[in-house]
């Protein structure tokens, strides 16, 4: 029986990670959970996997989870960063779903490596943000990284075989790269993939949100329609996999059936495909090497009819552009996209700011900023929060609007 942490349990990777868990009750114990604000699901999470420690942000949403439970049902409640780094790192801990949003994320994961736990990763901010520090840390502390997204868990499939057995490393070793031309990350392209610029102008956060294809969060979900995704997807694969982005390419996919491929230096290209549904990423990366049977409509392309691709437009969807100038200027570059583009989503659901200004503050904000090599930990926290403060003082100084 593997013993579970989930890093984000009420979001929507952490809700979709306890349906896998609560499919096999004999193959996993959820020992921790940690989560923001969101008591109402917690409880019920609590109540449904008794587990033995959890966090919550802050003391007084603590106090208020006590409140919710009896005294036989109430586990460990830690608080804060320290207490999600505190259900991460835990000893009874076998793997660890990092699911949080953002850069949030970042020190419980780095909790969990230093730890040498298994992490199946869905924060995907932790590996743009600090990615060689981060597998670094991994080769020290004999951790291992399971991508969760599902472009990357496509990648990690199709390469199986190609990459290294053991899955403390999965990224390819210098003879398998070798073999390796390109990796093709998909994208649906998010509800505005047709939209003319004066169009994208107007787009509401109301209408940023209905994705096509998956259901997400929130700042995710505006991440795909701006293609910022696919800009952080993109770092977060040449980090993973060991590639420069060079030897990374993006196709729209709109039916999002083919999760990704990888193209080797014979020509032949390998593709994983499955409908939208990240309960499997999140099966895989739970259970990996193994499968187990998931209760999901099996895939039937003759249903889907046809597959299609398109060359993305860099000109309306600038993010993408943007997260290849981060990967390849380097350094501490790419926390500062990360950290901006944070910034900017929230302004935008606020409805501080337009939809087209998530790019702007995004490019100001890196072209305000001076590289450094990455260095620690503390440095990239350092520069995460000066990223957010310059992006904020552009937001609030109104020149971007
Ligand atoms: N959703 C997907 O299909 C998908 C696919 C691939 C990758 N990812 C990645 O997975 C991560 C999670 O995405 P999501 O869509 O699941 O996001 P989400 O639904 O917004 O959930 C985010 C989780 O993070 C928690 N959280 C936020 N701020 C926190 C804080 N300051 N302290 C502690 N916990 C905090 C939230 O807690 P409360 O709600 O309790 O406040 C919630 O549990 C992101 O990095 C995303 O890019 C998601």
């Excluded at 996209?337 to 900017?344: C, F, I, M, Q, R």
Aim: proline residues 6%.
């Amino acid at each position: 029986m593997k013993r579970l942490s989930i890093l984000g349990s009420t979001g929507s990777i952490g809700r979709n990670a306890l349906s896998v868990v609560a499919e096999h009750p004999k193959e996993f114990k959820v020992v921790g959970l940690a989560a923001g604000k969101n008591l109402k699901v917690l409880v019920e999470q609590i109540k449904a996997v008794r587990p033995v420690r959890v966090s919550v942000q802050t003391a007084a949403l603590a106090r208020e989870l006590k409140n919710c439970l009896s005294p036989g049902e109430c586990p460990d409640i830690l608080v804060g960063e320290e207490g999600a780094a505190a259900v991460a790192a835990d000893p009874e801990v076998d793997l660890v779903v990092s699911a949080m949003v953002g850069a949030v994320g970042l020190t419980p994961t780095w909790a969990a490596i230093q730890a040498g736990k298994t992490v199946a990763l869905a924060n995907k901010e932790t590996l743009v943000a600090a990615g060689p520090l981060v597998m670094a840390a991994v080769a020290q502390n004999g951790a291992a990284l399971i991508p969760v997204d599902s472009e990357h868990s496509a990648i990690f499939q199709a390469l199986a075989g190609h990459s290294r057995e053991e899955v403390r490393r999965l990224w390819l070793t210098g003879h398998s790269r070798e073999e390796v031309r390109r990796l093709w990350l998909t994208a649906s392209g998010g509800p505005f993939r047709t939209w003319p610029k004066e169009e994208l102008a107007k787009v509401t956060p109301a209408q940023a949100l209905k994705h096509p294809n998956w259901s997400m969060g929130a700042k995710i979900t505006v991440d795909s329609a701006t293609m910022m995704n696919k800009a952080l997807e993109v770092i977060e694969a040449s980090v993973l996999f060991g590639l420069p982005v060079s030897q990374i390419e993006v196709y729209l996919h709109p039916q999002s059936i083919i999760h990704s491929l990888v193209e080797f230096v014979d020509g032949s290209v390998l593709a994983q495909l499955g409908w939208p549904d990240m309960r499997l990423p999140i099966a895989y990366a739970l259970t990996y090497p193994r499968r187990l049977p998931l209760r999901s409509e099996p895939l039937d392309l003759g249903k889907v009819a046809s597959l299609t691709f398109e060359v993305p437009d860099l000109e309306r969807f600038p993010a993408l552009r943007l997260g290849y100038a981060a990967a390849t200027a380097g350094g501490t570059m790419p926390a500062v996209l990360n950290a901006a583009n944070e910034v900017a989503v929230a302004a935008f659901l606020d409805s501080r700011l337009s939809f087209l200004g998530i790019p702007r503050v995004v490019e100001e904000t890196m072209a305000c900023h001076q590289i450094e090599p990455l260095e620690s930990l503390a440095q990239v926290l350092e520069v995460n929060a000066w990223a957010r403060r310059q992006a904020q003082h552009l937001i609030s100084k109104g020149t971007i609007t």
